[in-house]
């Protein structure tokens, strides 16, 4: 599966920013996605997840109620949805997938590994 993320930028807190992470090879519709994030200085973290039946998404507390993950099968996508950002939400952001996954993932438990997109909020 080749993941191609998108959609970053840079906004001010209390903003918005939509991410999408295009997938294309394997059966998209197999896979369990995850976003993760890595600020400058910290370790990759999960953020949110999405099981590869849609069911039940995952998200770190830091993110809820602020951050919405949605896949579109029939699209090859998955989209984070972030509102209400902080500066603390600055990093860039990875989509991962992993076969038949659930809604919660490790850093070390994706399969693949789509390259970052930058999210810079300012205060």
């Known amino acids: 599966v080749q993941l191609q993320a998108s959609g970053g930028g840079w906004v001010q807190a209390g903003g918005s920013l939509r991410l999408a992470c295009a997938a294309s090879g394997r059966r998209f519709s197999n896979y369990g996605m995850g976003w993760f994030r890595q600020a400058p200085g910290k370790e990759r973290e999960f953020v949110a997840g999405i099981a590869w039946s849609g069911d039940f998404p995952g998200y770190v507390d830091s993110v809820k109620g602020r951050f919405t993950i949605s896949r579109d099968n029939a699209k090859n996508t998955v989209n984070l949805q972030m509102n209400s950002l902080k500066p603390e939400d600055t990093a860039v952001y990875y989509c991962?997938?992993?076969?038949?996954?659930?809604?919660?993932?490790?850093?070390?438990?994706?399969?693949?590994w789509g390259k970052g997109t930058l999210v810079t909020v300012s205060s």
């Open positions: 991962a997938a992993k076969l038949y996954g659930s809604s919660w993932y490790t850093v070390d438990g994706m399969d693949y």
